[in-house]
């Protein structure tokens, strides 16, 4: 099985704190999906107060199924990584690919930056069905909206596989 996201969106809400938001996908060629993606921030602040909603969706068809919502406390989660499957194999990555701090806070004028993360496709069971995936992120900062990044892309199998 192969993954690849299609779409990537990064939306700042609070602009007073979270600053210089970009994201894009790493094309591999034209009319493809993108095996990686890259995004950056800056906050103008320190921050400890951080909170997030996490939701990731299976499409099939037009049937939409959250796999997993979750409520996170980023600062306690920084420490709590490795307990649930997902959240590893996405924290495994974002360690190898940004420069995302170990522990709070999150330190004012410093460039945040995810570069190149990818999907390990060699993680998804040879048996998952072809599907369309959403991975939606709301991160909150003091209680307040402040960003989000939202992630579309399918799983196909792979032409080695055919």
């Known amino acids: 099985m192969e993954a690849y996201m299609t779409q990537i ?4 809400y609070y602009p007073e704190v979270v600053q210089n938001v970009s994201c894009h996908l790493n094309r591999t060629s034209k009319g493809s999906g993108s095996s990686s993606y890259s995004a950056e921030f800056a906050l103008s602040e320190d921050v400890s107060d951080v909170k997030g909603n996490y939701v990731f969706s ?4 037009s049937h939409i199924t959250n796999y997993t919502a ?3 406390d980023y600062c306690q989660v920084l420490d709590s990584l490795q307990s649930q499957y997902l959240l590893k ?9 940004s420069n995302f701090p170990l522990q709070c806070p999150f330190k004012k004028n410093k460039r945040f930056y995810i570069d190149h993360y990818t ?9 998952a069905p072809e599907l369309v995936f959403i991975s939606d992120c709301n991160i909150f900062v003091k209680k307040r909206r402040a960003l989000q990044l939202t992630i579309h892309g399918r799983v196909v199998r792979s032409r080695s596989g055919r």
């Open 9 to 12: 969106k990064c939306a700042t």
């Open 58 to 61: 299976l499409k099939r068809g």
């Open 70 to 72: 979750l409520e996170l």
């Open 89 to 97: 194999m996405i924290a495994d990555e974002l360690r190898r690919v």
């Open 119 to 127: 999907i390990n496709s060699k993680l998804i069971p040879s048996y």
